[in-house]
């Protein structure tokens, strides 16, 4: 069993990615976590939809640049071939907390299985507007879902960059 805090502690954003194909095992695995994430009262309200489809990951794309602001040819994946978007019930009290916690185990199992990550923001943006919302119904998804992120997952183009260091006052302890 790998060192999960080895894990943790090494895990960085990515903002580069080569064009290079995810293996589709590997993708499979890193889904596999994102599902064991721990949810409130294992109610489990998050879904993950691993977009390994060009035309939809591109679509993605253009609807994240556009809420951001951008051209349309901005790519706010940096190149990622898979985006891996999390959403999550709305129903459930606990929704963005659990979808949050998938995000985590995505990025964690990507680092431990050599692939690159990054959280990449605008998530319920994008699936609160019609366009967003035909997507998941072109999919066969019912339901009130909320974007919480995307995890866009590939190799990096780039070497990744240092820790920081950790802040002085982040942890108190009560003895």
Known sequence: ???ILEIIKTRRSVRKYKSD??????????????????????????????VTDKELRDKLSKMNAAFMGKPEDFDPFYGAP???????????????YDGSLVMGNL??????????????????????????????????????????GHCAIGYAAVPAPASAPRKGNYVYYVK
């Open 82 to 96: 898979v985006v891996l978007v999390v959403l999550a019930d709305k129903s459930m009290p606990t929704y963005v």
């Open 107 to 148: 990025m964690l199992e990507a680092h431990a299985l050599g692939v690159d990550s990054c959280w990449i923001h605008r998530a319920k943006e994008e699936f609160e507007s019609a366009e967003g919302k035909e997507i998941l119904k072109s999919l066969g998804i019912e339901g009130d879902y909320e974007g919480i």
């Open 21 to 50: 194909k995810v293996p589709a095992d590997i993708i499979d695995k890193i889904v596999e976590a994102g599902t064991y994430a721990a949810t409130g009262m294992n109610r489990q309200s998050p879904i993950i939809l691993a």
């Open 1 to 3: 069993m790998s060192d």
